[in-house]
């Protein structure tokens, strides 16, 4: 299993790098904490265990609505690849399960 995010500044047409993402499992333990390069990718989440996990982004830097995003993902198959993205504007965002 691996784990990948991306995150892209919609107002700008630009990665957002640089911005903090941390990994938790579902009773909170953060496992991981990174921040975005300047491609706005983080590739070298550790891999978490099946079941649920939360990804936050701190976001305030590009949202004044929305300080952070979180966005709980399920872990079904340790052998897969999950690629959580993140497309941000001030005051919206959306996500999907990327390839």
Known sequence: MSLSTHVLNAVTGRPAAGLRVRLSSADGTVLAERRTDDDGRIKDLPAPETGTHRLTFDTGEIS?????????????????????PLLLSPYSYSTYRGS
């Open 64 to 84: 004044p609505f929305y300080p952070s995003v979180a966005i709980d993902f399920t872990v079904a198959d340790p052998a897969a690849h999950y690629h959580v």
